[in-house]
């Protein structure tokens, strides 16, 4: 509802079914200058709440050190005495892991999804103030203080607009991959952030299925028969056509030299530790680039071991073949399966 001397307007309706157990309040917002309309219903049973609590590490600067000091106090000579691949990379990866959930804590994080770090304590202070010029312009209507409004107004949305600009362009410097960070400010100003990765339901023979565990089962189940169904079809496409191995034994008849891999060293672990990027992307483990490489000092010496030991035995760890799959929505019915593609993160080692 509008009101002023001059005239009162309905604009906002609210229709509803129910006789009893509701209440209509206006809420004043300082956005227009009509009132917001507030209706709050009893006895309502929501099937989904909006859970604005997270978890995460706490990992800062005092935490990393705990972790180095941890890491350089370790005694390895476990992994060195194990003769096996597989079991020393076990015995490495559960010192590893132990010490990492001991120094980086889990902890709850309540975050807003409106929140805008540009916006400062005076810069609210300033909305305060411009909300009760607002209030006071409404109620008496006086020219003078409708001018001193207006350009209140005017002044502190330029403010905020240079503060905005101020806060991305000083996050932008700061970043390390500049390209990227500008691209996620626009795709966040254009509203073109989505939710298309939550997967709410899915169509599972005929009938559509909300359980999480079982949407995750189906997914994982097609994702891994996807490619033997491709592959079968285009044989029975082509029976005429040999398999890839009968054709190695058609070509090459004669018996292969064994293949002798050299020892991996400290120069090549370090260059290949060094290249990875910095990310804080990671596997079911929750270890990040970043935090392996604050560790390399640590950590290389066992590493060394253990790769020549892969390469001597030709057994690669069980524990590395595990991946954390997401599955990202391509186009079409978001309800099948087949239009969602896996991203496979890997175990940061």
Same mark, same amino acid.
């Given at each position: 509802m509008r009101k002023s001397k001059a005239s009162t307007t309905a604009i906002d309706n609210i229709f509803i079914t129910r006789t009893k157990n509701y209440i209509t309040n206006p809420h004043i917002n300082g956005l227009s200058d009509h009132e917001a309309q507030i209706i709050m219903l009893e006895?309502?049973?929501?099937?989904?709440?909006?859970?604005?609590?997270?978890?995460?590490?706490?990992?800062?600067?005092?935490?990393?050190?705990?972790f180095q000091f941890l890491l350089s106090h370790e005694n390895w000579e476990e992994i060195f005495m194990e003769d096996d691949a597989n079991t020393s990379f076990n015995k490495f990866l559960n010192i590893y892991v132990r010490?990492?959930?001991?120094? %980086?804590?889990?902890?709850?994080?309540? @975050?807003?999804? #409106? $929140?805008? *770090?540009?916006?400062?304590?005076?810069?609210?202070?300033s909305c305060n103030r411009k909300r009760e010029l607002y209030l006071k312009v409404r109620d008496n209507n006086e020219m003078e203080h409708k001018l001193y409004y207006k350009h209140y107004y005017k002044i502190l949305s330029k403010v905020i607009k240079e503060a905005k600009?101020?806060?991305?362009?000083?996050?932008?410097?700061?970043?390390?991959n500049k390209t990227k960070i500008t691209w996620n400010i626009i795709t966040k100003e254009t509203s073109k952030l989505t939710n298309e990765n939550n997967i709410e339901s899915l169509r599972?023979?005929?009938?559509?299925?909300?359980?999480?565990?079982?949407i995750a089962n189906e997914l994982n189940s097609y994702f891994l028969n996807i490619a033997g169904s491709i592959s079968n079809k285009i044989i029975n496409e082509k029976e005429e056509e040999a398999s890839a191995l009968q054709?190695? %034994?058609?070509?090459?008849?004669?018996? @292969?030299?064994? #293949? $002798?891999? *050299?020892?991996?060293?400290?120069?090549?672990?370090?260059?290949?530790?060094?290249?990875?990027?910095?990310k804080n992307s990671s596997g079911y483990d929750e270890i990040s680039t970043k935090i392996k490489k604050i560790s390399k000092p640590f950590i290389i010496s066992s590493l060394i071991n253990i790769c020549n030991k892969m390469l001597a035995q030709g057994?690669?760890?069980?524990?590395?073949?595990?991946?954390?799959?997401?599955?990202?929505y391509k186009s079409g019915d978001k309800s099948s399966p087949s239009n969602y593609r896996p991203i496979s993160l890997l175990h940061v080692f």
């Open positions: 006895n309502i049973v929501f099937t989904k709440q909006i859970n604005n609590i997270t978890t995460k590490r706490d990992i800062n600067d005092q935490s990393i050190l705990e010490v990492f959930h001991a120094c %980086f804590i889990k902890k709850h994080i309540k @975050f807003n999804t #409106i $929140s805008k *770090p540009w916006i400062t304590k005076g810069l609210k202070t600009k101020l806060y991305y362009k000083e996050v932008i410097t700061k970043s390390k599972i023979n005929d009938h559509v299925v909300y359980n999480q565990t079982t054709n190695l %034994f058609k070509y090459f008849n004669q018996p @292969f030299k064994d #293949i $002798s891999w *050299p020892y991996t060293s400290a120069k090549e672990i370090n260059k290949i530790i060094d290249s990875l990027k910095d057994i690669y760890p069980k524990r590395l073949k595990f991946s954390l799959i997401k599955p990202i």
